[in-house]
């Protein structure tokens, strides 16, 4: 059972990335997923989730309008889709997948990426 999570990398300010969570082991549309980010000297905060069951869906406020979560259950994977980039959403992101109702904190998931490194300069 492994989370692989993939697609960062450095950018420009203004610029787009596209993370990816592909799953192996467990099909993950049966799982609430999260996408969480954490900063050099920050705890780890939930950036957006989607559920399982009928695909709502949060965003931190912070990345409300810029990033867009989806999933492909046909390659059992979830997208994080980000776009305007702005230097303080460098960090590294992580993928979770959550046997319930997703929750925004990173307590209660079950399986966790290895995390993926953003980095955007100004």
């Known amino acids: 059972v492994q989370l692989q999570a993939s697609g960062g990398g450095l950018v420009q300010a203004g610029g787009s990335l596209r993370l990816s969570c592909a799953a192996s082991?467990?099909?993950?549309?049966?799982?609430?997923i999260g996408w969480f980010r954490q900063a050099p000297g920050k705890e780890r905060e939930g950036v957006s989730c989607?559920?399982?069951?009928?695909?709502?869906?949060y965003y931190a406020d912070s990345v409300k309008g810029r990033f867009t979560i989806s999933r492909d259950n046909a390659k059992n994977t979830v997208y994080l889709q980000m776009n305007s980039l702005k230097p303080e959403d460098t960090a590294v992101y992580y993928c979770?997948?959550?046997?319930?109702?997703?929750?925004?904190?990173?307590?209660?998931?079950?399986?966790w990426g290895q995390g993926t490194l953003v980095t955007v300069s100004s």
């Open positions: 979770a997948a959550k046997a319930s109702y997703y929750s925004v904190s990173p307590s209660g998931y079950n399986y």
């Open positions: 082991g467990f099909t993950l549309d049966d799982y609430a």
């Open positions: 989607i559920s399982s069951s009928d695909g709502s869906t």
